[in-house]
Nanobody
């Protein structure tokens, strides 16, 4: 089971990107029971949680992204989104979506590169 993230790219500091994640068919029937989250891993660093969202829409953010990132989900379409605004160079990472706590397998992630 791998959730595939998309929407990454190269953006200048201060810019915006919107990441998307689609649940594979194998978990669509239980997607609405999962807390979903976005994670990121920068080169040489451990993977960290960026934001999470419950089925009911309650959200939680890492201090480093509060006020800049917004997580959302569409339970009918089994998708999770991450709107990233006011991007900084330190946001450069590979971004992954997964459940929280995470499922065993991780997707490939999507690379976000913020140039200063």
């Amino acid at each position: 089971v791998q959730l595939q993230a998309s929407g990454g790219g190269l953006v200048q500091a201060g810019g915006s990107l919107r990441l998307s994640c689609a649940a594979p068919r194998t978990i669509t029937s239980v997607f609405n029971s999962y807390v979903m989250a976005w994670y990121r891993q920068a080169p040489g660093k451990e993977r960290e949680s960026v934001a999470s969202i419950t089925v009911g829409g309650a959200t939680n953010y890492a201090d480093s992204v509060k006020g800049r990132f917004t997580i959302s989900r569409d339970n009918s379409k089994k998708r999770v989104f991450l709107q990233m605004n006011s991007l900084k160079s330190e946001d450069t990472s590979v971004y992954y979506c997964n459940a929280n706590p995470p499922l065993k397998e991780w997707g490939q992630g999507t690379l976000v590169t913020v140039s200063s």
